[in-house]
């Protein structure tokens, strides 16, 4: 199977569908603006060209500044002027990929040797919100006027996944992780392992506050919803790297098949499908940062993250590296054979080569099952959280008050400065050309076309819908229209 095909497209680059075929994940956008040069588009479709975030030149020093920090560094005035960058980065790689004008985020990260960085930037930033963000949530007389700068560290982690996913796409980028990529295989496996054990508590928060909270208590709730995103994000990510199986060494090999047992947790992900649920008979996919309900036409229709599981399998069980490296034990060829009743027909008409996956599972019925193996093989493994770890053992208390004093508590004039800083990276006009899909009504879920004109951060489809959800959303945009004329 090809790892990175692409449908055909129209000569004029109109919308294809998100995931057709197998590889295929980010959108197209028609860049002829003149109405109804797309079948079904009402207006003029979306041009992108005047979009550019950042001129070749800015990109490349930004990328040359990348760095990692210490773990008592995170949110400090340097961390966040990285963040920064990284935010900008990651919109403009987004963009870069959404108009099919070549990538040159990308490109600039693998010569300037930066995705390591990246990796390690990650890793530290998760094991932030492991050990000090619960210790800060902790403190009673900790009381913040504004919980923003906490977020943004918290967003970090999610901003950086979102960039890996972008360009881990192309194959270049995972082999220009090096050693590092031991690390990244190590942090797929602790998110999905955690999807994989929420999925028997239920579906993931709503992320609506309650009125009784305390912004700390919301910021948790807030992580809480982004945690589960990012292990979605990392499931794509998990999946590029599958697709470069042959070229990864035999460490990074044995660590997803024998340490891992990568195939096994793949086909727990899905039969459980954390990002599905039922709710009052009918099925919701959680989407664009929400959950939406699925027509009952469009059921049967194969999902991106589906997708992505059956792929990262494809590339696991049927590549001649993976097959020499995969000891099949009884416990993995019982979990192994659940999947031929997911292979429907359906299934097949819409990834066609899984017929080799089912032609492999009807041989694996006959096939001898191993013992497991313990052979005495000298390997490398992931050093960067044992280090991170290591370092920083017992210090958890004094770098979160460390940040308390230093970091988290800025006066009003740093928040001026900070909030002017915001609104210049995040560009209105560029958020919206990035978004994964049109605007959804806050109350109905419905395709939206109409704007809070106070806050400008809510959509809804008719001024009904608007009416209804006001009780909940009324609070938060009288705060952010007074926090948009505070800048």
Same mark, same amino acid.
């Given at each position: 199977?090809?790892?990175?095909?692409?449908?055909?497209?129209?000569?004029?680059?109109?919308?294809?569908?998100?995931?057709?075929?197998?590889?295929?994940?980010?959108?197209?956008?028609?860049?002829?603006?003149?109405?109804?040069?797309?079948?079904?588009?009402?207006?003029?479709?979306?041009?992108?060209?005047?979009?550019?975030?950042?001129?070749?030149?800015?990109?490349?020093?930004?990328?040359?500044?990348?760095?990692?920090?210490?773990?008592?560094?995170?949110?400090?005035?340097?961390?966040?002027?990285?963040?920064?960058?990284?935010?900008?980065?990651?919109?403009?790689?987004?963009?870069?990929?959404?108009?099919?004008?070549?990538?040159?985020?990308?490109?600039? =990260?693998? *010569? /300037?040797?930066?995705?390591?960085? !990246? &990796? $390690?930037? #990650?890793?530290?930033?998760?094991?932030?919100?492991?050990?000090?963000?619960?210790?800060?949530?902790?403190?009673?007389?900790?009381?913040?006027?504004?919980?923003?700068?906490?977020?943004?560290?918290?967003?970090?982690?999610?901003?950086?996944?979102?960039?890996?996913?972008?360009?881990?796409?192309?194959?270049?980028?995972?082999?220009?992780?090096?050693?590092?990529?031991?690390?990244?295989?190590?942090?797929?496996?602790?998110?999905?392992?955690?999807?994989?054990?929420?999925?028997?508590?239920?579906?993931?928060?709503?992320?609506?506050?309650?009125?009784?909270?305390?912004?700390?208590?919301?910021?948790?709730?807030?992580?809480?919803?982004?945690?589960?995103?990012?292990?979605?994000?990392?499931?794509?990510?998990?999946?590029?790297?599958?697709?470069?199986?042959?070229?990864?060494?035999?460490?990074?090999?044995?660590?997803? =098949?024998? *340490? /891992?047992?990568?195939?096994?947790? !793949? &086909? $727990?992900? #899905?039969?459980?499908?954390?990002?599905?649920?039922?709710?009052?008979?009918?099925?919701?996919?959680?989407?664009?940062?929400?959950?939406?309900?699925?027509?009952?036409?469009?059921?049967?229709?194969?999902?991106?993250?589906?997708?992505?599981?059956?792929?990262?399998?494809?590339?696991?069980?049927?590549?001649?590296?993976?097959?020499?490296?995969?000891?099949?034990?009884?416990?993995?060829?019982?979990?192994?054979?659940?999947?031929?009743?997911?292979?429907?027909?359906?299934?097949?008409?819409?990834?066609?080569?899984?017929?080799?996956?089912?032609?492999?599972?009807?041989?694996?019925?006959?096939?001898?099952?191993?013992?497991?193996?313990?052979?005495?093989?000298?390997?490398?493994?992931?050093?960067?959280?044992?280090?991170?770890?290591?370092?920083?053992?017992?210090?958890?208390?004094?770098?979160?008050?460390?940040?308390?004093?230093?970091?988290?508590?800025?006066?009003?004039?740093?928040?001026?400065?900070?909030?002017?800083?915001?609104?210049?990276?995040?560009?209105?006009?560029?958020?919206?050309?990035?978004?994964?899909?049109?605007?959804?009504?806050?109350?109905?879920?419905?395709?939206?076309?109409?704007?809070?004109?106070?806050?400008?951060?809510?959509?809804?489809?008719?001024?009904?819908?608007?009416?209804?959800?006001?009780?909940?959303?009324?609070?938060?945009?009288?705060?952010?229209?007074?926090?948009?004329?505070?800048?």
């Amino acid at each position: 199977m090809a790892a990175r095909t692409h449908a055909p497209q129209p000569s004029h680059n109109c919308p294809v569908p998100d995931f057709g075929t197998v590889g295929v994940r980010r959108p197209r956008v028609c860049q002829h603006p003149h109405p109804g040069c797309c079948p079904g588009s009402a207006g003029p479709c979306l041009d992108m060209g005047d979009l550019e975030l950042l001129l070749p030149g800015e990109a490349e020093v930004l990328v040359r500044g990348l760095r990692s920090f210490p773990l008592r560094e995170m949110g400090s005035e340097g961390w966040n002027q990285q963040h920064e960058n990284l935010e900008k980065l990651n919109m403009q790689a987004i963009l870069d990929a959404t108009v099919s004008q070549g990538e040159p985020i990308q490109e600039l =990260l693998v *010569t /300037h040797g930066k995705v390591p960085t !990246l &990796v $390690e930037e #990650l890793i530290t930033v998760e094991m932030w919100k492991q050990k000090v963000f619960p210790v800060l949530c902790r403190v009673e007389d900790f009381k913040p006027q504004n919980t923003f700068p906490i977020y943004m560290v918290v967003h970090h982690e999610a901003s950086i996944i979102n960039l890996l996913e972008t360009v881990f796409f192309h194959k270049e980028v995972c082999e220009s992780a090096e050693d590092t990529v031991l690390d990244l295989v190590d942090y797929c496996h602790r998110k999905l392992t955690l999807l994989v054990a929420r999925s028997g508590c239920g579906s993931p928060p709503e992320g609506e506050g309650s009125q009784d909270s305390n912004p700390m208590q919301e910021l948790q709730k807030q992580a809480e919803l982004m945690e589960f995103e990012i292990a979605l994000k990392a499931l794509s990510v998990l999946r590029y790297i599958t697709d470069c199986v042959d070229s990864l060494s035999l460490s990074t090999l044995s660590r997803m =098949l024998s *340490t /891992h047992n990568l195939p096994c947790l !793949l &086909v $727990e992900l #899905l039969e459980h499908s954390p990002w599905s649920r039922w709710e009052g008979g009918k099925l919701q996919q959680f989407e664009g940062s929400r959950w939406l309900t699925v027509a009952p036409s469009e059921q049967q229709k194969l999902r991106k993250l589906d997708g992505q599981v059956w792929i990262a399998l494809y590339n696991l069980l049927l590549s001649p590296e993976a097959q020499a490296r995969y000891c099949l034990t009884s416990f993995a060829k019982g979990q192994l054979l659940k999947l031929r009743a997911f292979l429907t027909d359906t299934l097949l008409d819409q990834l066609p080569n899984l017929a080799h996956l089912q032609s492999f599972l009807a041989q694996l019925t006959l096939t001898e099952t191993q013992p497991p193996k313990k052979d005495l093989v000298l390997e490398q493994i992931p050093e960067i959280w044992e280090r991170l770890e290591r370092e920083n053992r017992g210090k958890w208390q004094a770098i979160a008050k460390h940040q308390l004093q230093h970091v988290f508590s800025p006066s009003e004039q740093d928040l001026r400065l900070q909030a002017r800083r915001w609104a210049e990276t995040y560009r209105l006009d560029v958020l919206e050309a990035v978004a994964p899909e049109r605007p959804r009504c806050a109350y109905c879920s419905a395709e939206a076309s109409k704007r809070c004109s106070r806050c400008q951060n809510e959509w809804y489809c008719c001024r009904e819908c608007q009416v209804k959800h006001w009780e909940k959303h009324g609070k938060t945009c009288v705060l952010a229209a007074q926090g948009d004329r505070a800048k």
